[in-house]
């Protein structure tokens, strides 16, 4: 069985609330990106960067990865997808410079993961780095990924988060996409589902309008309501907005906490389920307690 299915809901690696994206042939905006406290800045290779630009934005993000610093922002490079043509060139030129991660984008089937993931163990056996040191995180934005999700989610160890691309997925389909996004509703439902039964984070689609952030709120926390660690960014100022919703608040880790330790107490007494405030806790409410701590944990709000 793979590392990362061992993993449950109370061992949440690191938090990614927030990825940011910045075309990687952009230097003003790499340069940017790093500063803004985004838990991950990708640097994409794939569809921010024009056909005709893409050798120079491959070398312009080699060269940002080896020498910028990220501050506290995970480095990933999002490579074009797995048949572009661009892939191979895209992983030999960013695996070197020791990313913390590789974005997967329009991800069909597992075969496509574990190729990617065989070529990066090669690139790091040749240049010395430490094996499977790499993460692997794969964009499901199709509907052969979706219907796939089951053994794309447990393809390879390296795996650990899968990205919903919404936009991508509605033209896949041929669904129109509205402001209610029914249309993209399953997917989006499947995605989080997969991850959940194989321990990968699920990461949200991303919500367009840039200068909408009441927009911007209400989409992120029906990501959040349906069970998504974190979301997509395209612009410096989605990036708080999107980490606040993701990061459980105090009353909630307040009451979270209450309800561990009143478990703790119960389950001791041999008691599975026990009233607070009037209240059931079961199981399933202990569960969500928990996972409500991993989150304020990964996120650096306690210990
Ligand atoms: N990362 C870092 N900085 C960014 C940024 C990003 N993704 N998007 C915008 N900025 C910067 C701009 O450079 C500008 O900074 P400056 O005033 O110091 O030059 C500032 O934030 C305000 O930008 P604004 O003028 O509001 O936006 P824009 O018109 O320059 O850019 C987009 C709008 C959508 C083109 C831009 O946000 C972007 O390129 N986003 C990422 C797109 C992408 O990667 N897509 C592929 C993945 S889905
Ligand atoms: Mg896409």
């Known amino acids: ?23 990687g042939n952009d230097t003003r905006k790499v340069e940017k990106a790093v500063t803004l406290g985004a838990d991950s800045v990708c640097l994409d290779l794939e569809d921010g960067v024009a056909a005709n630009r893409k050798a120079e934005a491959r070398s312009l ?44 984008p329009k991800v069909n089937d597992a075969d496509e993961l574990r190729w990617v993931s065989e070529r990066i163990g090669e690139l790091e056996i040749r240049d010395g780095i430490t094996r499977g040191s790499i993460a692997l995180i794969g964009m499901i934005e199709s509907a052969r990924g979706v219907v796939n999700l089951r053994e794309i989610a447990s393809a390879d160890a390296r795996l650990e988060a899968l990205i919903f691309g919404a936009e991508d997925y509605a033209a896949d389909v041929g669904a129109i996409r509205t402001r209610e996004g029914l249309e993209v509703l399953y997917a989006r439902s499947a995605i989080v589902a997969a991850c959940a039964a ?106």
């Open 61 to 104: 993000v080699a060269n940002a990865l080896r020498t910028r610093d990220f501050g506290v922002s995970e480095k990933l490079a999002r490579i074009n997808g797995i048949g572009s043509g661009f892939e191979n060139d895209d992983l030999a030129a960013v695996v070197p410079t020791r990313p913390d991660g590789i974005v997967v």
């Open 198 to 303: 194989f321990g990968l984070q699920a990461i949200d689609l991303l919500f367009l309008d840039f200068h909408d952030p009441d927009g911007l709120r209400a989409e992120t926390l029906r990501g959040a309501q349906l069970g998504y660690a974190g979301t997509q960014v395209i612009h410096p100022n989605q990036v708080a907005l999107v980490q606040e919703v993701f990061t459980p608040g105090d009353a909630a880790i307040a009451q979270a906490q209450r309800i561990a330790d009143a478990a703790a107490q119960h389950l001791a007494d041999g008691r599975g389920a026990f009233a607070l405030d009037d209240k059931m806790v079961d199981m399933p409410v202990i569960k969500a307690a928990e996972r409500v701590l991993a989150r304020a944990r990964a996120a650096g709000k306690i210990d």
């Open 1 to 23: 069985m793979r590392e990362t299915a061992r993993r449950n809901a109370t061992q949440e690696i690191r938090a990614r609330r927030a990825i940011l994206y910045v075309p």
